[in-house]
Structure formats: structure tokens, C-alpha cells
């Protein structure tokens, strides 16, 4: 067994650590490293960022840790809670009820899955034209072997309207790692770190990964491991050149089978009354199974009415269309302008006029019409091919003016939906947005839910920013990248907000550069670089904010531009030039004259900075004046109940007194910090809790 204080354990978790910065924990058990190691040297070392920097630092721990028992105990303690947990994962959806035939695809799935191991990786590329039932294969083959995978089963579903929106290697990565028993606020931030983590995760494991609508090889190439339980399943409308895969064709059903589906679908009594039409719809369905459940509802009214160059799926959606009432028939129309990730009730009341009660209803119509399917959230959305059917649809009965007065509608909504829910998760912060003097927090009634709604609605949210852009509506854009700040701040997703992020510094840049909107879009950019370890990048946007509040005469952005550039100092264990970063910032709070904007702002903001200042002097081992600062920012914040932030410092205290040798001091502090962060729900800072109340003893 590895020695957990050897150079290459330590090296390890310095390197685990070091990559999860975007987390929570990460950022803490690192600044706790930090603190050690200007303990241990005496002097400032910069953090570690490559493999030979690591390896020099453990080095220094592990002598040191040999000569104090106290070091040894609290570097042991950090290895230990770093240790990865493991889940089952079970994200396969549910097959189809009524499945016939496909003995060909479902033996080559089979046959490769059973062949024995010789280092070639598991994987088979089922592909088939939209409609044809792909998806139903490889769901019906999954469930009915779920008995080779004990280990778990995972699924994504890369759907989007082209590669540009279709979800990234990254986005997948982060939720299959999370869904592996990989805490949220663990994650690593850069693409190479979670691949490493995934293989690492399922290497000896029995998994089936499911891959659908995958439009390039490209997209899933490096999910493709060799591990010898693993079998990956890519599924895609046409052949995936660039991938060494086993192919797996899916065609259309013989007569037969279809109409076997078709009985099993209608019912008997139905196809009897339709029997002299059965032959004709039997045709226009071209052995496509969603094609055939198009048809199903409509089977008396006769066979689809094919256009020349239509495809069997698109025939037989026209015939449902024709079949709606008026009002759902709109929605249809209208719900397909754009690729909405997650159509629900309020948008699609927003996109029709309607009320929420009466959309829902329509939407039901929708569904059972096969036109559009479930989505993610109890939402729905529909299948590409039928939402290009429902834009064309749109564009020729809605014309010009009301297919974009519908957009502009959506768009709206999303954008008060988004403020509100932002007003609910971080009412202190200042905000510069025109709604937010016109709305009033909600419906959410607590930061937890909405923060949990903010997330929820996010790739609706992003493609509202990226809709916004190509209307020319900077002011949306740049308006509802500011609501999504409550979200990077608390929850993270910067891998999902970061395009959304670069549209509002566009649209700032072009319509009001040297502004506090600029200064806003770029800090917001910044923090999001930060969180995915693009630190030059991050840099750069940060002086850019700076630059734009001081030719906009905006102290109070300028302090936060700086200010947050302390912060990436902290991270980076340059604790000087963050302690002087975070001393600039007060001094341009302090600069804020009575009356003048921001003013109602400067004493919490000076709070948050002393207890940044106390974070930098711990770190540089000045433990006695960063005490005197960090309880300077606790009485702030506990005589404005700001619990989490108080509890924040507590456990700042906490670490100082660990780290100036005084574990009893500590142990009072830990227990106050999480009796306010199980209220806060801050479950990544209370395993952090844990691991100080650990080193204590």
C-alpha cells in the first residue's frame, strides 16, 4: 500500500488539489497547503503548476512533516478527505413499451459486448436516419443486459442544433464525474484533468456509456477507453468516420414488423376499421417506428399526405400538425423558432400569449400528438427534424414580424425570470440592470431554491443570451449575463456560462465600452476563467474591468476588479501581492464620498476585505494581525446576519489558529461555523469543517 506522507502520495493530492481549484473544497484544502508551507519555508512560495513544481513542493511537506507530529497529523488529514467516493450510476432512460424486430442490431450489440478482452476498446456505433428508432435500439439492448453492468449505467444525450450548441467534452465529463460519486464542488476544472479523472474512475469497472446524438466523432473520441469492462455505445443519424467503432446500422422495419408496431400502437379494433387504408399508411411510413407512432393517433383519417422530398418522419408530423386546434398548432410554431433546451409552461406562455394553465395544456396536446417529447426538468423539446418542420411552418404562416415579436417575448421573460430569481440568491450586491429597480424578489423564497432554479433553467438561459446576440439586443444580453451572477457564484457551471459570459463582454464592448457595464460583463468573464484555471486570460479581463470603471469614474466596480484580482493572487499563494490587491480596493472603497454611487455599499465591502486581508496575512504567517481583521469582518457580518459569510470566517479563524499552533482555539470556532452553514445548506464548506475539526486532534 502507498505511504499516504510519501512524495508521491503527497505529489498526487497536490496534483488532485491543485486541478479541482474550481471547486470549493479544492480552493480551501490548497490555501491550507499554502499556509503549511509558508509555515514550514519562511518564506512566500508560489503555487505549484506543474508536475516538477508539485513534486518539489511535496518534497519540502513530506521532510517536514518526518520532524513535527502536528504537520504530519493535518497534511494526513488533508490526503485522507481527498480520497474519492464511489457511485452506481443508473441514467439509462426508459426503453420503448412496444418494440419489435431489430434481431440484427441487437446481436452485434451483444457480440461485442460478450467478446473477450484483448485490449481493443468496447464500443459500437449505431446509426440510422431521424426517426428510425436508433435511440429505441440501444435502450431496449441496455435494459434487457443490465445485468453485464452492475457498475452503473450512464447516458448524455449531446442533442443541439448543431455542434455550436450541442453540449462539449467538458459538460459531459463534469456530470458523468459527479454521477461517478464525484462531489460537485470536486470537479476539476480543465477538460485534461477530467478525462484523467473519468479513466481513472472507471478503470476495473463494469459500465455501459450510452452516447446519443452524437454529431462528430470528434465530440466523444476521448470518452472511448480501453478499460476492458467498459462498453460504449455511440449513437448518431449517419456513419461517425474518425471513430474506431463497430458499426451498427439501423434501417427501416420490414412490412411485418411495422405492422406489427402499428397493432401494438392502434390496437386491433383500429386497424380493422382502417383496413382499406392500412396499405397506403403502411407506405407513407417507410418502416420508420416514430413515424408509425405519428401515424397512430391519426390511422382513420387515412395515410399521410406526402410533398415531394419529404421524408416519411416529415410527412407524417405535417399530418399531426394539421390535426391540432388552432392555439396548439401556434405554440407548435412558435416553440420551434428556436432549439429551446427545456420548453416548459412559461415560456411557452410567453411565446404564445397564453396563460401558464392554458400552455401546459397545449404542450400536453403537443405531446401526445408524438411532436414533441420529454425533456429534462418535466419539460419537453422537440426532435431536430420536427423543429425544422415547425420553424419552416412558422415562417410561412407567422411571417417576419410574428416569428420575431414571439422571440422578443421569450426573451423577455427569461430575462425577468432570471433577475427575480438572481434578486432572491444575493440581494447585498449592487446591480446595475433597469429591472432590478422595477422587480421584486421571487417566486423562489429562499437562495437555495433559487439558486436550484437558476440552475435549473441555465441552457434555456444561455441560448436566451445567444438569441439575444444574433436579434441585436445587446441590452438582453449583457442584462441576463448579470442575473446568471448569483449562479457562477454559488454554483459554479462555468463550463456552461462561459460562451454566454463572452457574448456580454461583447455586447458591452460594442455598445458601451469605458462603461460600469463593462467593467461588470469582464469581471464576470473573469471569474469565470478563474474557475476553469485560465488565469492569464483571467488577469487580462480583470485589468480590462478596472480600466472600463475608471473611465466610467465607478470606484465601487474598480475596488471589485481589483479586489478579485487579489483573489486569483490568494489562489496562486502570492499572498503579498494579494494582501496589497486587497488594501488597494479598501482604499478606493474608502474614496467613495457621501451621496456619491456606492456609498450604501463601502462597509460590507470593507468587511469582505478585511477578511480578505486576514486570508493573505495567514498565509503569510502572520497569524496575530490577521486575527485582529478576520474579527473585524465576523462582527460585521454577524451584526447584519449574514450568516454564511460569518461563517466563513469563523472557519478562517479556525484555519489561523490551526496553523499558529492552537487546535483548542479552533475547535469552538469549527462548531459555530457549522451550526450557520447547516442552515446555509454550504454542504462543500462543512466538509471542509470536518477536516479542520480533524487536524485538531
Request: aromatic share 4%; hydrophobic share 45%.
Given at each position: 500500500?502507498?505511504?499516504?506522507l510519501s512524495?508521491?502520495?503527497?505529489?498526487?493530492?497536490?496534483?488532485?488539489a491543485?486541478?479541482?481549484?474550481?471547486?470549493?473544497?479544492?480552493?480551501?484544502?490548497?490555501?491550507?497547503v499554502?499556509?503549511?508551507?509558508?509555515?514550514i519555508?519562511g518564506r512566500?512560495t508560489p503555487?505549484?503548476?506543474?508536475?516538477?513544481?508539485?513534486?518539489?513542493?511535496?518534497e519540502v511537506l513530506?521532510?517536514?512533516?518526518g520532524?513535527?507530529?502536528?504537520?504530519?497529523?493535518?497534511?494526513?488529514v488533508?490526503?485522507?478527505?481527498?480520497?474519492?467516493?464511489?457511485?452506481?450510476?443508473?441514467?439509462?432512460?426508459?426503453?420503448?413499451?412496444?418494440f419489435?424486430?431489430?434481431?440484427g442490431?441487437l446481436?452485434?450489440?451483444?457480440?461485442?459486448?460478450?467478446?473477450?478482452a484483448?485490449?481493443?476498446?468496447?464500443v459500437?456505433?449505431v446509426?440510422?436516419?431521424?426517426?428510425?428508432?436508433?435511440?429505441?435500439?440501444v435502450?431496449?439492448?441496455?435494459?434487457?443486459?443490465?445485468?453485464r453492468?452492475?457498475d452503473?449505467?450512464?447516458?448524455?444525450?449531446l442533442?443541439?442544433?448543431?455542434?455550436?450548441?450541442?453540449?462539449?467534452l467538458s459538460?459531459?465529463?463534469?456530470?458523468?464525474?459527479r454521477?461517478?460519486?464525484?462531489p460537485?464542488?470536486?470537479?476539476?476544472?480543465?477538460?485534461?484533468?477530467?478525462?484523467?479523472?473519468?479513466?481513472?474512475?472507471?478503470a476495473?469497472?463494469?459500465?455501459l456509456?450510452?452516447?446519443?446524438?452524437?454529431?462528430?466523432?470528434?465530440?466523444?473520441?476521448e470518452?472511448v477507453?480501453?478499460a476492458?469492462?467498459?462498453?460504449?455505445?455511440v449513437?448518431?443519424?449517419r456513419p461517425?468516420?474518425?471513430?474506431?467503432?463497430v458499426?451498427?446500422?439501423?434501417?427501416?422495419?420490414?412490412?411485418?414488423?411495422?405492422?406489427?408496431?402499428?397493432?401494438?400502437?392502434?390496437?386491433?379494433?383500429?386497424?380493422?376499421a382502417?383496413?382499406?387504408?392500412?396499405p397506403?399508411?403502411?407506405?407513407?411510413?417507410?418502416?420508420?417506428?416514430?413515424?408509425l407512432?405519428?401515424?397512430?393517433?391519426?390511422?382513420?383519417?387515412g395515410?399521410?399526405?406526402?410533398?415531394?422530398?419529404?421524408?416519411?418522419?416529415t410527412?407524417?408530423?405535417?399530418t399531426?400538425?394539421?390535426?391540432?386546434?388552432?392555439?396548439a398548432?401556434?405554440?407548435?410554431r412558435?416553440?420551434?423558432?428556436?432549439?429551446?433546451?427545456a420548453?416548459?409552461p412559461?415560456?411557452?406562455?410567453?411565446?404564445?400569449g397564453?396563460?401558464?394553465?392554458?400552455a401546459?395544456?397545449?404542450?400536453?396536446?403537443?405531446?401526445?400528438?408524438?411532436?414533441?417529447?420529454?425533456?429534462?426538468?418535466?419539460?419537453?423539446?422537440?426532435?431536430?427534424?420536427?423543429?425544422?418542420?415547425?420553424e419552416s411552418?412558422?415562417?410561412a404562416?407567422?411571417?417576419?414580424?410574428?416569428c420575431?415579436?414571439?422571440?422578443?417575448?421569450?426573451?423577455?421573460a427569461?430575462?425577468?425570470?432570471?433577475?427575480?430569481?438572481?434578486?432572491?440568491?444575493?440581494?447585498?450586491?449592487?446591480?446595475?440592470?433597469?429591472?432590478?429597480?422595477?422587480?421584486?424578489?421571487?417566486?423562489?423564497?429562499?437562495?437555495?431554491?433559487?439558486v436550484?432554479?437558476?440552475?435549473?433553467?441555465?441552457?434555456?438561459?444561455?441560448?436566451?443570451?445567444?438569441?439575444?446576440?444574433?436579434?441585436?439586443?445587446?441590452?438582453?444580453?449583457?442584462?441576463?449575463?448579470?442575473?446568471?451572477?448569483?449562479?457562477?457564484?454559488?454554483?459554479?457551471?462555468?463550463?456552461?456560462?462561459?460562451?454566454?459570459?463572452?457574448?456580454?463582454?461583447?455586447?458591452?464592448?460594442?455598445?458601451?465600452?469605458?462603461?460600469?457595464?463593462?467593467g461588470?460583463m469582464?469581471t464576470?468573464?473573469?471569474?469565470?476563467?478563474m474557475?476553469?484555471?485560465?488565469?492569464?486570460?483571467?488577469?487580462?479581463?480583470l485589468?480590462?474591468?478596472?480600466e472600463?470603471?475608471r473611465?466610467?469614474?465607478?470606484?465601487?466596480?474598480?475596488a471589485?476588479?481589483?479586489?478579485?484580482?487579489?483573489?486569483?493572487?490568494?489562489?496562486?499563494?502570492?499572498?503579498?501581492?494579494?494582501?496589497?490587491?486587497f488594501?488597494?480596493?479598501?482604499?478606493?472603497?474608502?474614496e467613495?464620498?457621501?451621496?456619491?454611487?456606492?456609498?450604501a455599499?463601502v462597509?460590507?465591502?470593507l468587511?469582505l476585505?478585511?477578511?480578505?486581508q486576514?486570508?493573505?496575512?495567514?498565509?503569510?504567517?502572520?497569524?496575530?494581525?490577521?486575527e485582529v481583521?478576520?474579527l473585524?469582518?465576523?462582527?460585521?457580518?454577524?451584526?447584519?446576519?449574514?450568516?454564511?459569510?460569518?461563517?466563513?470566517?469563523?472557519?478562517?479563524?479556525?484555519?489561523?489558529h490551526?496553523?499558529?499552533g492552537e487546535?483548542?482555539?479552533?475547535r469552538?470556532?469549527?462548531?459555530?461555523?457549522?451550526?450557520?452553514?447547516r442552515?446555509?445548506?454550504a454542504?462543500?464548506?462543512l466538509?471542509h469543517?470536518e477536516?479542520?475539526?480533524?487536524?485538531c486532534?
Open positions: 500500500m502507498l505511504d499516504p512524495v508521491t502520495a503527497v505529489t498526487a493530492f497536490l496534483t488532485a491543485g486541478t479541482s481549484m474550481a471547486s470549493e473544497a479544492g480552493k480551501l484544502a490548497m490555501e491550507s499554502g499556509g503549511m508551507v509558508r509555515r519555508t512566500e503555487a505549484p503548476t506543474g508536475a516538477a513544481e508539485r513534486r518539489a513542493v511535496a513530506v521532510r517536514a512533516a520532524q513535527d507530529a502536528g504537520l504530519a497529523a493535518g497534511l494526513s488533508l490526503i485522507d478527505r481527498a480520497r474519492p467516493a464511489f457511485a452506481v450510476p443508473e441514467l439509462l432512460p426508459a426503453g420503448p413499451r412496444h419489435t424486430d431489430r434481431d442490431p446481436a452485434a450489440l451483444t457480440k461485442e459486448a460478450a467478446r473477450k484483448d485490449g481493443r476498446p468496447r459500437a456505433a446509426y440510422g436516419e431521424s426517426g428510425i428508432g436508433t435511440t429505441a435500439v435502450l431496449h439492448w441496455g435494459h434487457r443486459e443490465a445485468h453492468y452492475p452503473g449505467r450512464l447516458h448524455y444525450d442533442q443541439g442544433s448543431s455542434l455550436a450548441t450541442s453540449p462539449d459538460t459531459v465529463l463534469a456530470h458523468f464525474l454521477c461517478l460519486g464525484l460537485a464542488e470536486e470537479v476539476p476544472a480543465s477538460l485534461d484533468e477530467r478525462l484523467r479523472e473519468y479513466r481513472t474512475r472507471i476495473g469497472r463494469r459500465l456509456v450510452v452516447l446519443d446524438h452524437v454529431r462528430s466523432a470528434a465530440q466523444v473520441r470518452l477507453t480501453g476492458p469492462g467498459v462498453f460504449t455505445v449513437i448518431s443519424r461517425l468516420t474518425g471513430l474506431d467503432a458499426p451498427v446500422p439501423v434501417g427501416p422495419l420490414a412490412d411485418k414488423d411495422a405492422l406489427r408496431l402499428l397493432t401494438d400502437l392502434a390496437g386491433k379494433q383500429t386497424l380493422k382502417a383496413k382499406a387504408t392500412l397506403a399508411v403502411l407506405a407513407s411510413c417507410g418502416g420508420s417506428p416514430y413515424a407512432h405519428a401515424a397512430a393517433p391519426q390511422l382513420l383519417a395515410p399521410p399526405v406526402a410533398r415531394p422530398g419529404w421524408s416519411p418522419v410527412a407524417a408530423v405535417d399531426a400538425y394539421r390535426g391540432l386546434t388552432p392555439a398548432a401556434r405554440l407548435y412558435l416553440g420551434g423558432l428556436r432549439p429551446w433546451p420548453l416548459g412559461e415560456l411557452a406562455a410567453a411565446l404564445t397564453a396563460d401558464p394553465a392554458e401546459t395544456e397545449l404542450l400536453g396536446a403537443l405531446a401526445d400528438a408524438q411532436l414533441i417529447e420529454p425533456g429534462p426538468t418535466g419539460r419537453y423539446r422537440y426532435r431536430e427534424s420536427v423543429r425544422a418542420h415547425a411552418a412558422a415562417q404562416e407567422e411571417g417576419l414580424a410574428g420575431t415579436a414571439a422571440v422578443r417575448r421569450a426573451l423577455a427569461q430575462l425577468r425570470l432570471a433577475v427575480q430569481a438572481d434578486l432572491t440568491a444575493h440581494r447585498q450586491r449592487w446591480q446595475l440592470g433597469p429591472l432590478y429597480r422595477e422587480l421584486t424578489p421571487g417566486p423562489a423564497e429562499t437562495i437555495g431554491a433559487a436550484t432554479a437558476l440552475a435549473a433553467e441555465l441552457p434555456n438561459l444561455v441560448e436566451t443570451v445567444r438569441t439575444a446576440e444574433e436579434f441585436d439586443d445587446p441590452e438582453t444580453v449583457w442584462q441576463c449575463v448579470e442575473a446568471l451572477w448569483a449562479l457562477q457564484l454559488k454554483a459554479g457551471h462555468n463550463e456552461l456560462l462561459l460562451p454566454a459570459l463572452r457574448m456580454g463582454v461583447r455586447a458591452a464592448e460594442a455598445h458601451h465600452p469605458g462603461s460600469r457595464i463593462a461588470r469582464h464576470q468573464l473573469a471569474f469565470g476563467l474557475e476553469l484555471q485560465q488565469d492569464a486570460e483571467a488577469e487580462a479581463e485589468l480590462a474591468a478596472a472600463a470603471d473611465q466610467a469614474g465607478h470606484r465601487r466596480g474598480r471589485t476588479a481589483v479586489e478579485s484580482l487579489g483573489l486569483l493572487r490568494l489562489r496562486q499563494w502570492r499572498f503579498t501581492e494579494a494582501l496589497d490587491c488594501e488597494q480596493a479598501a482604499a478606493l472603497l474608502r467613495i464620498a457621501p451621496g456619491e454611487d456606492g456609498e455599499d462597509p460590507r465591502g468587511a476585505l478585511e477578511r480578505h486576514g486570508r493573505a496575512r495567514r498565509g503569510l504567517g502572520q497569524y496575530a494581525r490577521a481583521q478576520l473585524a469582518a465576523l462582527e460585521y457580518f454577524e451584526k447584519t446576519e449574514e450568516n454564511y459569510n460569518a461563517a466563513r470566517v469563523l472557519t478562517d479563524l479556525a484555519e489561523n490551526l496553523l499558529a487546535p483548542a482555539a479552533a469552538p470556532l469549527i462548531d459555530r461555523a457549522a451550526t450557520l452553514l442552515a446555509e445548506r454542504t462543500a464548506h466538509a469543517l477536516s479542520l475539526r480533524a487536524r486532534s
